[in-house]
């Protein structure tokens, strides 16, 4: 034994009196004092997302197109739920008494302390009963947040909706919670980032009995909600609308861009739906409706994913080609035997022959068969011929991708040499084997929106600026920021144009078109085209821009199943384009007008498939 | 063979059975302090839960690794083992990786480790192995040179780590050289410079003025029992420091009141020091000394902390006390963990019935402040029987190592008891508001492996070591 052996009861010492310190500490903590148990109960955290509103949508003027109206969710927290009278909530909240146990279910399975939705979207009248009896429930809160509307009920496809972000989102998006919701289609999706703004925070001590009992910690972790900054588009809301009221039980699409800047001033896809459907208590069901439709196809943007064979429409780009490359002149005239004409028959008869500015107006096929081969035989092999014809037409927009804001524009397509060299041969194909690209027919398939593009690029006399929907963003001091767009310029000289320009303003006045589309006090210049379909009535197509000297707005209308063009997408845009430009109707035209909004050529077909 | 079984017959039973029991209840406390319904089940590997048994499972095999080594090994290597820790320990800048801010692990395969988890074990040995040799004497100055040695080197390693809390553990091995000799009164000393420390650092400097004023008067008091002496001084300080603070406040002056204390506490003392020393009471001189020495003390270190020490000092001593952790404010972790455990009750709120816990009130519900977990849950009766245990299992090694004949045995008992010990004061004084909130873990509660092996290495060498105390050890 060594002589400091006695220590040993100091060391155990201090050790027993700091464990006997403890005790003691705990002992007034946890019993003699009760204010650590209130505290506790006290403590509930709820933390309420304060959900900006989302950015609003205006037309070009200034009218608006898509704002926010007022919803509330009601949350549950599992733990936090005590017995209560389910029928008196049913009856508030308008519920079945089975939903509400399902829901409560539901919310159990996903986590006893997590707040989980349990009737979304509840409107203001029955919010303020709600909240009255709020106290009577306790788990329950009421969160609010904003549901889209859309007063004009039109430009649904194009403006698109929001709907809960799905898995995947939350996954890779930490800006995403459970539940919120987040741009899935058109210029909702496209703007997701600027027209949602930025969540809040706000943590909120709770009592047992629901209610608030301050801030958690004094605010300081709670975060303000920025707002969503407001879209401003090149819409015009009254026209897109009117628009709508034309292709009513029609089917296609129609694009109107304002060639001197790109902006889209209507983007119609029909049939379409009233948007509002998709927003609100009613949406998944209506959405499956929707979604199901598998005739209509409602949802579907056809004016950017519609691609179609453009038709005589085509023709246009063929002139201007076969002017640039010289390989005709616009005096050069080529015969036409009229429906005897090989290898493409003629649909019109007419004088013969031809030289191009009537080739246009009488959309003269065995003309258009000449420019074609004329261009390809231009360079010394056919595939060397179809690759310049074929970057001239790239040049123009088309097989690519315009480059609206909106992800799910299509290209298009046009074939490659690479393509007619394995369905024929290398070497094997020439300006013939490929001759109904000279009408438009055959191995291209375009949108809506490439085709009032090209409207454009010929009323601008060589180039577009990018089509696009919105023009300018607007921050939330209503501060608004102009976008800018690339300007691209065609290889092909301005006074090529005016020849195609003058069979354009021909097609107008000097066909039958005269009494469905000329107005009386601006030149339209216009092209129909009349796609065959194998798949049952011919596709009615219709380019167009006014006036012709200073364009304020250039059209493509693009109906399935309609027959000639000149029958229904040439009045339609005729109209538009009037609308547009004089803002009414002529007295002279309201018959016309009547007809064309009557015209049901949707059960037409229903008619016929079932003969 | 036979030697093997020897080495079973011998173990303490009765402290593997508290080690067991601890890891036990540590393991159920985490599960339902991180508990999640995605992942119900206790032994899923992805959640900490099941982690912690996997490292449960790993610190048995080195336990029982241990007990059947040859315990004349760690007298044998015990130098070489506290160096191999110490280069492990200066690898560490290099190859180590960074959690938490502090780069102090090291990953070894799928594991990481933290080395001055292992100093605190090389330490022990080291110290064990010193002190039981024939040349060392407590108080001879190549002894006292040699022990600072052994100490400092891992310490300043560990502080240059940025681990300052493992480095303050350290400290704890005073006690162990005051058993074995050290005079007490460096232990009185150190442990006033630390409270006087923590005090202002915590509470700044007036109230810890006030504080010690106070004490000084009932000690004086309880040693002295002069009532009516202690009244005059009380009322000496008062008046001084009434006066100062009237003529400030009429003079709209606007002086820290800081100042009126201090001139206070040093006039009067100086009086009553003048007085004491005529009237030659000893005692009293050197309690106002001691006094006087102390509110020195606070007011230098206060003075220090912030006109000579650069923010980055500053910001780790903030961080040692878990000032500058605390960004809800000083007080808001240490009041939320009360809470916690105070709404536990008598009997607790039941398992997985913890509401602070889980909400997040609590930070780091499963490594430092697990014990809220234990009082929130399991109330006073489960709070006191982990105190219980920490306790019986502190005695119980205090037991074993004066039991064991030899000094090595019996030093590096010492060695272990008093670092858990350290671990338990500091870590539960923290979660109770007793004590800095510094981020040492629970021994053989909080999640992760590499404190548990630690403890585990620790513990179990001197379950070997006792467990061959009837062997003649030449040390
Ligand atoms: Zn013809």
Same mark, same amino acid.
């Given at each position: 034994?060594?002589?400091?052996?006695?220590?040993?009861?100091?060391?155990?010492?201090?050790? !027993?009196?700091?464990?006997?310190?403890?005790?003691?500490?705990?002992?007034?903590?946890?019993?003699?004092?009760?204010?650590?148990?209130?505290?506790?109960?006290?403590?509930?955290?709820?933390?309420?997302?304060?959900?900006?509103?989302?950015?609003?949508?205006?037309?070009?003027?200034?009218?608006?197109?898509?704002?926010?109206?007022?919803?509330?969710?009601?949350?549950?927290?599992?733990?936090?739920?005590?017995?209560?009278?389910?029928?008196? $909530?049913?009856?508030?909240?308008?519920?079945?008494?089975?939903?509400?146990?399902?829901?409560?279910?539901?919310?159990?399975?996903?986590?006893?302390?997590?707040?989980?939705?349990?009737?979304?979207?509840?409107?203001?009248?029955?919010?303020?009963?709600?909240?009255?009896?709020?106290?009577?429930?306790?788990?329950?809160?009421?969160?609010?947040?904003?549901?889209?509307?859309?007063?004009?009920?039109?430009?649904?496809?194009?403006?698109?909706?929001?709907?809960?972000?799905?898995?995947?989102?939350?996954?890779?998006?930490?800006? @995403?919670? /459970?539940? =919120?919701?987040?741009?899935?289609?058109?210029?909702?999706?496209?703007?997701?980032?600027? $027209?949602?703004?930025?969540?809040?925070?706000?943590? /909120?001590?709770? =009592?047992?009995?629901?209610?608030?009992?301050?801030?958690?910690?004094?605010?300081?972790?709670?975060?303000?909600?920025?707002?969503?900054?407001?879209?401003?588009?090149?819409?015009?809301?009254?026209?897109?609308?009117?628009?709508?009221? #034309?292709?009513?039980?029609?089917?296609?699409?129609?694009?109107?861009?304002?060639?001197?800047?790109?902006?889209?001033?209507?983007?119609?896809?029909?049939?379409?739906?009233?948007?509002?459907?998709?927003?609100?208590?009613?949406?998944?069901?209506?959405?499956?409706? #929707?979604?199901?439709?598998?005739?209509?196809?409602?949802?579907?943007?056809?004016?950017?994913?519609?691609?179609?064979?453009?038709?005589?429409?085509?023709?246009?780009?063929?002139?201007?080609?076969?002017?640039?490359?010289?390989?005709?002149?616009?005096?050069?005239?080529?015969?036409?035997?009229?429906?005897?004409?090989?290898?493409?028959?003629?649909?019109?008869?007419?004088?013969?022959?031809?030289?191009?500015?009537?080739?246009?107006?009488?959309?003269?096929?065995?003309?258009?068969?000449?420019?074609?081969?004329?261009?390809?035989?231009?360079?010394?092999?056919?595939?060397?011929?179809?690759?310049?014809?074929?970057?001239?037409?790239?040049?123009?927009?088309?097989?690519?991708?315009?480059?609206?804001?909106?992800?799910?524009?299509?290209?298009?397509?046009?074939?490659?040499?690479?393509?007619? =060299?394995?369905?024929?041969?290398?070497?094997?194909?020439?300006?013939?084997?490929?001759?109904?690209?000279?009408?438009?027919?055959?191995?291209?398939?375009?949108?809506?929106?490439?085709?009032?593009?090209?409207?454009?690029?010929?009323?601008?006399?060589?180039?577009?600026?990018?089509? &696009?929907?919105?023009?300018?963003?607007?921050?939330?001091?209503?501060?608004?920021? +102009?976008?800018?767009?690339?300007?691209?310029?065609?290889?092909?000289?301005?006074?090529?144009?005016?020849?195609?320009?003058?069979?354009?303003?021909?097609?107008?006045?000097?066909?039958?078109?005269? &009494?469905?589309?000329? !107005?009386?006090?601006?030149?339209?210049?216009?092209?129909?085209?009349?796609?065959?379909?194998?798949?049952?009535?011919?596709?009615?197509?219709?380019?167009?821009?006014?006036?012709?000297?200073?364009?304020?707005?250039?059209?493509?209308? @693009?109906?399935?199943?309609?027959?000639?063009?000149?029958?229904?997408?040439?009045?339609?845009?005729?109209?538009?384009?009037?609308?547009?430009?004089?803002?009414?109707?002529?007295?002279?035209?309201?018959?016309?007008?009547?007809? %064309?909004?009557?015209?049901?050529? #949707?059960?037409?077909?229903?008619?016929?498939?079932?003969? | 063979?036979?030697?093997?079984?020897?080495?079973?017959?011998?173990?303490?039973?009765?402290?593997?059975?508290?080690?067991?029991?601890?890891?036990?209840?540590?393991?159920?406390?985490?599960?339902?302090?991180?508990?999640?319904?995605?992942?119900?089940?206790?032994?899923?590997?992805?959640?900490?839960?099941?982690?912690?048994?996997?490292?449960?499972?790993?610190?048995?095999?080195?336990?029982?690794?241990?007990?059947?080594?040859?315990?004349?090994?760690?007298?044998?290597?015990?130098?070489?083992?506290?160096?191999?820790?110490?280069?492990?320990?200066?690898?560490?800048?290099?190859?180590?990786?960074?959690?938490?801010?502090?780069?102090?692990?090291?990953?070894?395969?799928?594991?990481? !480790?933290?080395?001055?988890?292992?100093?605190?074990?090389?330490?022990?040995?080291?110290?064990?192995?010193?002190?039981?040799?024939?040349?060392?004497?407590?108080?001879?100055?190549?002894?006292?040179?040699?022990?600072?040695?052994?100490?400092?080197?891992?310490?300043?390693?560990?502080?240059?780590?940025?681990?300052?809390?493992?480095?303050?553990?350290?400290?704890?091995?005073?006690?162990?050289?005051?058993? +074995?000799? $050290?005079?007490?009164?460096? %232990?009185?000393?150190?442990?006033?410079?630390?409270?006087?420390?923590?005090?202002?650092?915590?509470?700044?400097?007036?109230?810890?003025?006030?504080?010690?004023?106070?004490?000084?008067?009932?000690?004086?008091?309880?040693?002295?029992?002069?009532?009516?002496?202690?009244?005059?001084?009380?009322?000496?300080?008062?008046?001084?420091?009434?006066?100062?603070?009237?003529?400030?406040?009429?003079?709209?002056?606007?002086?820290?009141?800081?100042?009126?204390?201090?001139?206070?506490?040093?006039?009067?003392?100086?009086?009553?020091?003048?007085?004491?020393?005529?009237?030659?009471?000893?005692? %009293?001189?050197?309690?106002?000394?001691?006094?006087?020495?102390?509110?020195?003390?606070?007011?230098?270190?206060?003075?220090?902390?912030?006109?000579?020490? +650069?923010?980055?000092?500053?910001?780790?001593?903030?961080?040692?006390?878990?000032?500058?952790?605390?960004?809800?404010?000083?007080?808001?972790?240490?009041?939320?963990?009360?809470?916690?455990?105070?709404?536990?009750?008598?009997?607790?709120?039941?398992?997985?019935?913890?509401?602070?816990?889980?909400?997040?009130?609590?930070?780091?519900?499963?490594?430092?402040?697990?014990?809220?977990?234990?009082?929130?849950?399991?109330?006073?009766?489960?709070?006191? !029987?982990?105190?219980? #245990?920490?306790?019986?299992?502190?005695?119980?090694?205090?037991?074993?190592?004066?039991?064991?004949?030899?000094?090595?045995?019996?030093?590096?008992?010492?060695?272990?008891?008093?670092?858990?010990?350290?671990?338990?004061?500091?870590?539960?004084?923290?979660?109770?508001?007793?004590?800095?909130?510094?981020?040492?873990?629970?021994?053989?509660?909080?999640?992760?492996?590499?404190?548990?092996?630690?403890?585990?290495?620790?513990?179990?060498?001197?379950?070997?070591?006792?467990?061959?105390?009837?062997?003649?050890? /030449?040390?």
């Amino acid at each position: 034994m060594d002589t400091f052996s006695k220590r040993k009861v100091i060391v155990a010492g201090i050790m !027993l009196g700091v464990g006997i310190l403890f005790v003691l500490r705990l002992f007034t903590l946890q019993i003699t004092n009760k204010t650590y148990k209130q505290f506790a109960t006290r403590n509930v955290l709820r933390e309420i997302t304060i959900y900006p509103a989302r950015g609003y949508i205006y037309d070009r003027n200034n009218e608006l197109m898509v704002y926010n109206k007022a919803a509330y969710d009601l949350m549950l927290i599992p733990r936090e739920v005590k017995a209560f009278d389910t029928t008196e $909530l049913c009856n508030i909240i308008q519920l079945d008494r089975k939903d509400l146990r399902e829901a409560i279910a539901k919310a159990k399975q996903y986590s006893r302390y997590k707040p989980s939705i349990v009737a979304g979207q509840i409107s203001s009248d029955i919010y303020a009963p709600l909240q009255e009896k709020l106290y009577k429930y306790p788990g329950f809160f009421v969160q609010s947040r904003t549901l889209r509307e859309y007063p004009s009920k039109s430009a649904a496809q194009a403006l698109g909706f929001v709907g809960e972000v799905n898995q995947r989102t939350i996954e890779t998006d930490k800006y @995403y919670k /459970s539940g =919120d919701y987040i741009g899935v289609s058109g210029l909702e999706k496209a703007y997701e980032k600027e $027209l949602r703004g930025i969540k809040g925070v706000q943590k /909120s001590m709770v =009592d047992v009995h629901n209610r608030i009992k301050g801030k958690y910690n004094d605010g300081l972790e709670d975060t303000t909600a920025i707002l969503g900054q407001n879209l401003i588009t090149g819409f015009d809301a009254k026209l897109q609308a009117y628009a709508e009221l #034309l292709m009513t039980n029609k089917k296609g699409a129609v694009v109107a861009i304002e060639p001197a800047t790109g902006e889209i001033i209507l983007m119609v896809s029909a049939p379409s739906y009233d948007p509002n459907l998709l927003v609100g208590r009613q949406r998944s069901k209506n959405y499956s409706i #929707l979604m199901q439709d598998s005739v209509y196809k409602p949802t579907w943007n056809r004016a950017i994913i519609g691609e179609y064979s453009p038709g005589s429409t085509f023709k246009l780009v063929n002139a201007l080609i076969a002017l640039q490359e010289h390989s005709v002149t616009p005096y050069d005239r080529f015969s036409c035997s009229g429906q005897g004409s090989t290898p493409i028959r003629c649909t019109h008869s007419h004088a013969s022959p031809v030289a191009m500015r009537e080739g246009i107006r009488e959309s003269c096929n065995p003309y258009f068969w000449n420019v074609f081969r004329s261009i390809i035989n231009h360079s010394p092999t056919a595939e060397e011929g179809y690759r310049v014809w074929r970057d001239h037409v790239v040049n123009f927009g088309f097989a690519q991708r315009v480059g609206t804001e909106l992800s799910s524009e299509r290209k298009g397509n046009l074939a490659e040499t690479s393509y007619y =060299d394995k369905y024929f041969g290398q070497k094997r194909w020439n300006a013939m084997t490929i001759r109904s690209l000279s009408i438009g027919q055959g191995e291209i398939l375009v949108t809506p929106l490439q085709m009032a593009n090209m409207a454009a690029i010929i009323a601008n006399r060589g180039y577009y600026i990018t089509p &696009h929907l919105v023009r300018a963003i607007q921050d939330p001091n209503r501060v608004s920021h +102009e976008l800018e767009f690339e300007k691209k310029v065609i290889d092909i000289r301005p006074e090529h144009f005016n020849t195609v320009i003058e069979g354009m303003q021909a097609v107008i006045e000097d066909t039958k078109l005269q &009494h469905t589309v000329k !107005l009386d006090s601006v030149i339209v210049c216009g092209k129909t085209g009349t796609v065959q379909n194998p798949h049952g009535a011919d596709h009615s197509a219709f380019v167009a821009f006014a006036p012709r000297d200073t364009p304020k707005i250039a059209i493509a209308v @693009y109906i399935e199943n309609a027959g000639f063009g000149a029958t229904y997408a040439a009045p339609i845009a005729g109209l538009l384009i009037e609308k547009y430009l004089n803002d009414s109707i002529a007295p002279r035209r309201k018959d016309l007008e009547q007809r %064309l909004i009557e015209t049901d050529l #949707l059960n037409v077909v229903e008619v016929k498939r079932k003969l | 063979m036979q030697k093997k079984t020897n080495v079973w017959n011998n173990v303490d039973w009765i402290t593997i059975s508290i080690y067991l029991a601890m890891m036990f209840i540590g393991w159920i406390n985490i599960y339902a302090a991180v508990y999640n319904e995605e992942h119900k089940s206790i032994f899923d590997m992805t959640q900490q839960y099941g982690k912690q048994l996997m490292w449960i499972g790993a610190a048995i095999f080195i336990a029982v690794l241990m007990i059947n080594t040859d315990s004349k090994f760690f007298v044998t290597f015990a130098f070489p083992i506290y160096i191999a820790i110490i280069f492990l320990l200066m690898l560490v800048p290099f190859i180590g990786t960074t959690i938490n801010g502090a780069k102090s692990w090291i990953q070894f395969g799928g594991f990481l !480790l933290q080395p001055s988890e292992f100093m605190k074990m090389g330490t022990s040995l080291a110290l064990a192995r010193y002190i039981s040799s024939y040349n060392f004497k407590m108080h001879s100055w190549k002894s006292l040179l040699a022990l600072a040695g052994i100490l400092f080197v891992p310490v300043g390693l560990i502080f240059l780590q940025n681990d300052t809390g493992s480095a303050i553990v350290f400290g704890v091995f005073l006690l162990v050289l005051y058993r +074995e000799g $050290l005079n007490g009164i460096v %232990l009185f000393f150190s442990f006033l410079i630390a409270l006087v420390f923590v005090l202002t650092m915590v509470l700044e400097p007036l109230p810890t003025i006030l504080i010690l004023t106070f004490a000084a008067f009932l000690i004086n008091y309880l040693i002295r029992k002069k009532t009516k002496r202690n009244l005059i001084g009380m009322a000496t300080f008062t008046s001084i420091f009434g006066i100062l603070w009237l003529i400030n406040y009429l003079a709209e002056g606007g002086v820290d009141p800081l100042y009126f204390v201090f001139a206070a506490a040093f006039i009067s003392s100086l009086v009553f020091f003048l007085w004491a020393i005529m009237l030659h009471k000893r005692s %009293l001189a050197i309690l106002i000394g001691i006094y006087l020495g102390s509110v020195l003390f606070s007011v230098s270190v206060d003075y220090v902390f912030h006109n000579i020490m +650069e923010q980055h000092q500053r910001d780790r001593i903030n961080e040692l006390l878990g000032i500058q952790s605390d960004l809800h404010g000083a007080g808001y972790h240490v009041n939320q963990s009360k809470i916690a455990i105070g709404s536990g009750g008598f009997f607790g709120k039941g398992f997985l019935q913890g509401t602070q816990t889980k909400f997040d009130f609590v930070p780091e519900q499963s490594t430092d402040f697990i014990f809220c977990t234990v009082g929130e849950e399991w109330g006073f009766l489960g709070s006191t !029987l982990v105190i219980g #245990l920490f306790m019986a299992l502190l005695m119980r090694l205090i037991f074993l190592a004066e039991r064991n004949r030899s000094k090595f045995s019996r030093v590096y008992g010492y060695c272990v008891a008093t670092i858990l010990f350290f671990h338990f004061a500091v870590n539960i004084g923290m979660t109770i508001g007793l004590a800095p909130v510094i981020g040492i873990p629970l021994p053989f509660f909080s999640y992760g492996g590499s404190s548990l092996w630690s403890f585990t290495l620790l513990l179990f060498v001197f379950v070997r070591l006792d467990a061959s105390r009837f062997e003649q050890l /030449s040390y």
